[in-house]
């Protein structure tokens, strides 16, 4: 495993780096998934959200967030006052990674070392679309843009300045489907959106 940066066509549009990412062999994880998924929008969008990975749905379908954690961040970005068409969804990590259970593919948290290993592919995203606002969905998606030590309690609520951006974020919609208490967990996801929408502009 070499890392995505050698995959990484230079001086190329998204569209190019998109198709490049197809065939990307950075690390282990594409060997078991379906395809690569990358990040979805406008090229020019001024906020991109950030996810862990594709879920099982994401990858036989080939696009970000559109199973059941997908509707669910669809439902709150309308109900937040986003336009979905106009955010650019991505995720730190481009291949689903899972354990096998009977027919079923149960979603496994990517490694550090797989993260990094991605790493140049969401960077790369990051350089072309230049938004103003980065959205981390989640831990994994903070450490991917912050450092291993980032959590997203530090984010929820404020704005991290970094030369190129600002930086927020909340946490994964997943773990809103998998709370006990989905009603709060909901109403707590809506009122960061509801931030985030705010301090976006
Ligand atoms: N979860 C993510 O983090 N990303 C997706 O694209 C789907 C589910
Ligand atoms: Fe490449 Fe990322 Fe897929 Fe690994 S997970 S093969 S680095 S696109």
């Not at 080939?62 to 439902?75: M, N, T």
């Not at 995720?91 to 490694?111: D, L, T, Y």
């Not at 929820?156 to 190129?164: A, I, K, L, S, W």
Request: proline share 6%.
């Amino acid at each position: 495993p070499v890392g995505a940066a050698e995959f990484v066509p230079a001086g190329a549009d998204l569209d190019t780096v998109r198709a490049a990412a197809a065939g990307c062999r950075g690390c282990d994880l594409y060997r078991n998934a379906t395809q690569t998924v990358f990040g979805e929008g406008p090229a020019d969008a001024p906020v991109v959200m950030v996810g862990e990975q594709p879920g099982d749905q994401e990858d036989t379908q080939g696009q970000p967030f559109v199973g059941p954690a997908g509707r669910l961040l669809d439902r709150a970005l309308g109900e937040a006052g986003f336009d979905r068409e106009a955010v650019y969804l991505t995720n730190a990590v481009k291949h689903f990674k899972f354990a096998e259970r009977g027919k079923r593919r149960i979603h496994k948290q990517p490694s550090r070392t797989e993260v990094v290993a991605c790493s140049a592919w969401l960077a790369t995203e990051l350089e072309l679309v230049a938004p103003e606002l980065v959205v981390c969905l989640g831990a994994v998606a903070a450490k991917a843009i912050l450092g291993p030590s980032a959590t997203v309690g530090e984010l929820r609520g404020q704005v991290v300045q970094r030369p190129d951006y600002r930086i927020t974020g909340t946490v994964h919609p997943s773990s809103v489907l998998r709370a006990p208490d989905r009603t709060t967990a909901y109403a707590d996801f809506l009122d960061d959106l509801a931030y985030i929408r705010h301090t976006a502009g």
